[in-house]
């Protein structure tokens, strides 16, 4: 454990900072979750909604420091792709 007064406090701001990293990896993963179930059912009319509340996260996200940019982009082009794929095949 650390014994210095400026050690305990970094010991304190890692903490705060780890607990508020893995809460927003958490909510980051749980509304890719939700896209993803959304796709696999595919249901057109949810799928918009969920589509941007995931682009709005993945977009804080990168903001937040949990995700590279280049890395946010790549998931929204290809959960595109896959929206537009279910779009697409009710139409046809």
Same mark, same amino acid.
């Given at each position: 454990?650390? /014994?210095? +007064?400026?050690?305990?406090?970094?010991?304190? $701001? *890692?903490? *705060?900072? *780890?607990?508020?990293?893995?809460? /927003?990896?958490?909510?980051?993963?749980? *509304?890719?979750?939700?896209?993803?179930?959304?796709?696999?059912?595919?249901?057109?009319?949810?799928?918009?909604?969920?589509?941007?509340?995931? +682009? =709005? +996260?993945?977009?804080? =996200?990168? $903001?937040?420091? +949990?995700?590279?940019? /280049?890395? %946010?982009?790549?998931?929204?082009?290809?959960?595109? %792709?896959?929206?537009? %794929?279910?779009?697409? %095949?009710?139409?046809?």
């Amino acid at each position: 454990m650390a /014994n210095h +007064v400026s050690s305990l406090k970094r010991a304190r $701001q *890692t903490e *705060t900072k *780890t607990t508020i990293n893995r809460a /927003n990896k958490s909510k980051l993963r749980g *509304t890719l979750r939700t896209l993803r179930e959304a796709i696999a059912k595919g249901d057109a009319k949810t799928i918009g909604d969920v589509y941007r509340s995931t +682009v =709005s +996260v993945l977009d804080k =996200s990168v $903001q937040k420091g +949990v995700l590279h940019k /280049n890395t %946010a982009s790549r998931y929204k082009s290809r959960l595109n %792709a896959r929206v537009k %794929a279910v779009a697409t %095949a009710k139409a046809a």
